[in-house]
C-alpha cells in the first residue's frame, strides 16, 4: 500500500493521511504506530454529463424562403387596402413556420370616402377586410389582428404554401432560449413570426393543457418532458409521470429523472398523495432552515456543503380520465400541490380533454394559471379583433396552440414544438447509457454485471448496507416491489430496481407476473 501524510523523524507514517491498496480503495484515517487505522472515504459518483443537441437531434434542413411570393403579398396588400382608401403600407415581413406575418403601418390620419378619418377607425376596417385579402393573394387562411398588442401595426398573416414542423431541436438552439438561465425554461414552439416561445416553469407555476383527442397535446408534454431532460440531470430534476391512457409516456420508464415507474390509473390518488406528504416534508424543512423558497434552501445547503433539494415535475396525461374515475382525493391533493408546490419546486403540468366535469374544471382551473389550448376558438375578448377569410373568429389550426401566461393576459398563437420518437429513444439511451456506467461499482458489488459468478454475487450482496436493509424488510413485510423499497429506503426506482433483481438472483424473491407490480417472498430466512 502507498502512504501519503506526514511522518516521524523515524521515517513512520504519523497523523492523517491517505492510503491506497491494490485494488484502487482510498482510505483516510489516524495512522498509531506502523499500522493505520482506515476509514474508507465516502465514494463521489462522477458528475452526471448533459446530452448534447447533436446526440439527440436528427440535422435539420434549413428553412428556404420564396423571396419572389413574398414581395408579391406585400405589394398586393398594399394595393388591396387602397383600393378600399386606407393608406398604409407594409413595414416588415416575419416569416414563421405556418404563417407569414405582414405588418401594416398606417398614417396617422386617412382617406375613407372622401374623409379624414382617424387611424383608430381604420383598425377596425382593416379586420373586416380578411375575405377581399385572402381574395387578392389567393390564400387559403388570412388572419387580420388589429391592432397588434404593443405595437401600433396591423399584423396580416398570410397561411404559407408549406408548413414547416417547429423541431424541439431548433428551438433550443436558438437566442430567446440560450439567453434565458433558469432550468425550468420551456421552449413551446414559435410564433408567426418565427420567434421561439420561451417560458419559466418555475415562475408559471403549473401548466394546463387542453385540446380535443388528435390535437396535439400529449406530443405537446413529450416535447415539454424532453426539453427538460435535455438541460438538467437527475440531480437537478425528478421526474413524476402519470399516464391514464398507458400509451403515451411508458417509453420514459428507466430514466434515473424517475421517481417511479409511469404511474398508470389505478395508482395515481396514491401517487398524488404521497407527493402532498413530500411537499409537506419539504415545508418543514424550510420552515427548519428558515428559508422561503427552493433556491434559499439550496443555496444554504451548498454553503453547509449538503445535498440540495431537486425540482420535481409532475406531468399527469389524460386528467378528465382520471376524474371521470371518480378517484376520491385526487382533485384536493391536485388543488394543494397547485397552490403550495412552487415554493417548494413542485411543478404540474396536465393535460386534459376539454369535456371535463364543470365542477372539476372550475376548481382545478384555478390553481392553473398558465394554459395552452389547441383546437379552439380564440376569445376575441381577449385577442381583440381577430378574423379569418370565413369572417368568424379564428380557429386554431393543427398543431397550432393558443398559449396564456395569465386569466388577464393576451393570448399568443403559436405552432406547437414537437420530438420524434426517435429523438425520445436518442434522449432516453443517453441517460440511461450513463446511469448504467455511474452504477457500475454497485452492480458488481451486487453481482449482476456479466461473468459474476452466483456465489460471488450473493457473498457482494451480503456486504452492501442497503442490500441487507431491503432483504430484512422484505422477509418482514413477507411482499416484495420497487414501489416498496423506494418508500422504506428512500432510493430512486434504479436502485431499488437494481436492488429487487439481486433479490431475485439470490433466490429471496420470485420472478416477475404478468401486469404486477409485487413480487413473492420466497425465502424468510431462519428464523421463518
Not at 339 to 346: F, H, K
Not at 464 to 475: G, I, K, M, N, P
Request: charged residues 20%; aromatic residues 6%; proline residues 5%.
Amino acid at each position: 500500500m502507498k502512504y501519503t501524510g506526514k511522518k516521524n523523524s523515524d521515517g513512520r507514517p504519523h497523523g492523517q493521511g491517505t492510503d491506497t491498496d491494490a485494488d484502487g480503495n482510498t482510505y483516510t484515517g489516524e495512522w498509531k504506530g506502523s499500522e493505520p487505522v482506515h476509514v474508507k472515504a465516502a465514494t463521489v459518483a462522477a458528475p452526471w454529463v448533459l446530452p448534447s443537441p447533436a446526440q439527440v437531434f436528427a440535422e435539420r434542413m434549413p428553412r428556404k424562403l420564396d423571396e419572389e411570393r413574398l414581395e408579391f403579398h406585400r405589394s398586393k396588400i398594399d394595393e388591396t387596402l387602397g383600393a378600399f382608401g386606407i393608406l398604409a403600407q407594409v413595414a416588415e415581413v416575419n416569416h414563421g413556420p405556418a404563417f407569414t406575418q405582414y405588418l401594416v403601418g398606417l398614417a396617422p390620419q386617412a382617406a375613407i370616402g372622401g374623409k379624414r378619418v382617424r387611424a383608430q377607425v381604420i383598425f377596425g376596417q382593416i379586420a373586416d377586410l380578411a375575405d377581399d385579402l385572402a381574395m387578392a393573394l389567393s390564400s387559403a387562411a388570412v388572419r387580420v389582428q388589429s391592432p397588434m398588442p404593443g405595437t401600433g401595426f396591423v399584423s396580416i398573416e398570410v397561411a404559407n404554401q408549406q408548413r414547416v414542423t417547429v423541431t424541439l431541436g431548433a428551438c433550443i438552439d436558438t437566442p430567446e432560449y440560450r439567453v434565458v438561465k433558469s432550468p425550468l425554461m420551456l421552449a413551446l414552439g414559435q410564433d408567426a413570426a418565427g420567434h421561439t416561445m420561451c417560458v419559466d416553469l418555475a415562475r408559471l407555476p403549473h401548466l394546463w393543457i387542453v385540446g380535443p383527442s388528435g390535437s396535439g397535446k400529449s406530443a405537446c408534454l413529450k416535447s415539454i418532458i424532453a426539453g427538460l431532460l435535455m438541460a438538467n440531470t437527475p440531480d437537478q430534476l425528478r421526474l413524476l409521470a402519470v399516464d391514464a391512457a398507458r400509451v403515451e409516456l411508458g417509453r420514459f420508464n428507466g430514466l434515473p429523472h424517475l421517481l417511479a415507474p409511469v404511474i398508470d390509473l389505478d395508482r395515481a390518488v396514491k401517487t398524488v398523495q404521497w407527493v402532498v406528504r413530500e411537499l409537506e416534508n419539504r415545508y418543514a424543512k424550510f420552515a427548519h432552515e428558515g428559508v422561503r423558497n427552493l433556491v434559499e434552501f439550496n443555496r444554504k445547503a451548498a454553503a453547509k456543503s449538503d445535498a440540495p433539494l431537486a425540482y420535481w415535475v409532475i406531468a399527469i396525461d389524460g386528467l378528465a380520465h382520471l376524474v371521470n374515475a371518480e378517484t376520491s382525493g385526487l382533485e384536493s391533493g391536485l388543488l394543494t400541490i397547485a397552490s403550495l408546490g412552487q415554493a417548494v419546486g413542485m411543478h404540474l403540468v396536465v393535460t386534459t380533454h376539454p369535456q371535463l366535469p364543470q365542477a372539476s374544471k372550475g376548481s382545478l382551473q384555478a390553481g392553473f394559471p398558465a394554459r395552452i389550448e389547441f383546437a379552439v376558438e380564440l376569445n376575441e375578448r381577449n385577442q381583440g379583433r381577430s378574423s379569418t377569410r370565413s369572417g368568424q373568429q379564428a380557429v386554431l389550426l393543427r398543431g397550432e396552440m393558443q398559449f396564456v401566461a395569465t386569466p388577464t393576459a393576451i393570448p399568443v398563437r403559436a405552432q406547437c414544438v414537437t420530438i420524434s420518437d426517435a429523438e425520445i429513444d436518442n434522449l432516453i439511451n443517453f441517460w440511461r447509457d450513463q446511469d448504467r456506467e455511474r452504477e457500475a461499482g454497485n452492480l458488481r458489488k451486487l453481482g449482476l454485471l456479466a461473468g459474476a459468478q452466483p456465489e460471488e454475487a450473493a457473498g457482494s450482496a451480503d456486504q452492501d448496507d442497503l442490500y441487507a436493509q431491503a432483504l430484512t424488510f422484505v422477509r418482514e413485510a413477507r411482499k416484495a416491489s420497487i414501489s416498496l423499497l423506494q418508500r422504506r429506503l428512500r432510493v430512486g426506482y434504479t436502485r431499488a430496481a437494481k436492488l429487487i433483481d439481486a433479490l431475485e438472483e439470490n433466490g429471496v424473491v420470485g420472478p416477475a407476473k404478468p401486469g404486477m407490480q409485487q413480487r413473492d417472498v420466497t425465502d424468510f430466512g431462519e428464523e421463518a
